[in-house]
């Protein structure tokens, strides 16, 4: 579960957000902003970021404030996981990315693994739509849905992209240091999971 001043923060980051899309009022907008303020306080008392950086990530969530959804692929060869290494912190990962305004969470999981990977693939099955919060990853100031699609691959080779160096596959028993913003061990693991026993509904939260 992630620490009380994230949540804390979150909270009242939504409050204001909210209060500063809907309000009319001079003094309330006055009071949202601090609030709002507030919550960058806090983000910054306990992390690295400084106040204006968070502030700037604030500053393009505008309306009613709702979580990000972040989609990955799950593709399996020869019972090995497709894995792609991330530029930004050396840590391998499940294919994917936030989702794009006007595409299905299919499409977006299609056109990711082509991106990052070089493969063709077609989405097959939902595996499971995970919060964030209830897992592991790191403490991150957006409240996050996981959407994990089960692909096979139809086409296409191994090839990095622009955030990728690296493509390779991966056994349950050998799986390389993760990206854990982007996926952990336990997901990598309900992976598996599905893979030998796929009649399995969907994990949720």
């Known amino acids: 579960m992630e620490p009380k001043w994230l949540e804390w923060s979150k909270q009242l980051q939504s409050i204001a957000q909210a209060g500063l899309t ?6 309330d907008l006055e009071r949202f902003e601090s609030i709002r303020k507030i919550s960058v306080e806090i983000l910054s008392s306990f992390t690295d970021l400084d ?6 990530l604030f500053a393009n969530e505008t309306g009613y404030a709702t ?12 019972k090995k996981l497709l ?10 990962s499940l294919p994917g990315g936030w989702g794009d305004i006007g595409l299905s969470p299919s499409e ?6 082509k991106e990052e990977s070089g493969f063709d693939v ?10 964030k919060k209830c897992h592991p990853h790191p403490p991150s100031p957006y409240h996050t849905y996981k959407i994990f699609i089960k692909c096979e691959i139809v086409g296409g080779q191994a090839l990095t992209g622009i955030e990728t160096t690296a493509v390779d ?10 990206s854990i913003d ?15 026993h796929p009649h399995e509904p969907a994990y949720f939260d």
């Open 22 to 27: 809907y309000s009319k009022d001079v003094y």
């Open 51 to 56: 106040e204006s950086a968070i502030s700037d």
């Open 67 to 78: 979580p990000k959804v972040d989609i990955r692929a799950v593709v399996f060869r020869n």
């Open 83 to 92: 894995m792609v290494k991330e530029k930004t912190d050396g840590g391998w």
């Open 108 to 113: 977006v999981a299609v056109n990711e693994v």
């Open 122 to 131: 077609r989405a097959i099955k939902l595996l499971g739509v995970l919060d």
């Open 169 to 178: 596959f991966f056994s349950q028993e050998e799986l390389p240091a993760l």
């Open 182 to 196: 982007r996926n952990t061990r336990s997901q990598i693991e309900m992976a598996f999971r599905q893979l030998h």
